[in-house]
């Protein structure tokens, strides 16, 4: 998804493409695409400075974070981006100073634009951190690792107790009987 710079006109850059799933590299290990990425925005142009704004569509597949089932999330993310050509200068030295403004600033060079990177930064950036496969799913279980979802297991009907709290329940069992 390279865009030469030259190509971007006063009014402006609209474009819409699909990319293959194997032509964006997530690299997240329990994260893959499901669907070809649909992208659809404008690229605007002032002076060196291009301004992208758009949006991503596409499905992934993850692991829900109780019982690590394959679970399959759409994807339906706005896509924004400010690319500044890079600065010659500043990639002589070794040191290179950052303000508070370069942090949403992407970099370009050879009057080209590549939008690959900011697409998989919309993806990853759309997944929630906690995905789970339904709302009340019920895990795994923490003794013997059985999927609840699925079946029950002997050890989930007792409840794990610490041994060292054992004198806590003798106790909280003393205080509700009123002893």
Not at 70 to 75: C, F, K, Q, R
Not at 141 to 148: E, H, I, V
Not at 163 to 170: A, D, S
Request: glycine residues 6%; proline residues 3%; hydrophobic residues 35%.
């Amino acid at each position: 998804m390279v865009f030469p710079i030259e190509e971007i006109g006063e009014e402006g850059l609209d474009f819409k493409l699909v990319l293959k799933k194997d032509q964006i590299v997530v690299g997240q290990t329990d994260l893959n695409l499901n669907d070809d990425v649909a992208v659809k925005g404008t690229l605007t142009r002032i002076d060196d400075n291009v301004y992208l704004k758009g949006g991503v569509t596409t499905s992934v597949v993850t692991s829900c974070s109780r019982c690590l089932d394959a679970l399959t999330y759409p994807i339906d993310s706005e896509l924004k981006a400010h690319f500044a050509p890079i600065d010659d200068r500043l990639t002589s030295l070794n040191e290179v100073e950052l303000h508070a403004s370069d942090i949403d600033v992407e970099v370009y060079e050879k009057q080209q634009i590549n939008l690959t990177q900011s697409v998989r930064d919309s993806i990853l950036l759309a997944v929630p951190a906690i995905s789970l496969c339904e709302k009340g799913c019920k895990g795994l279980c923490s003794q013997c690792g059985q999927n609840l979802n699925h079946a029950f297991c002997k050890c989930s009907n007792e409840s794990f107790t610490d041994p060292r709290l054992k004198i806590l329940k003798v106790l909280k069992d003393q205080f509700s009987k009123g002893e």
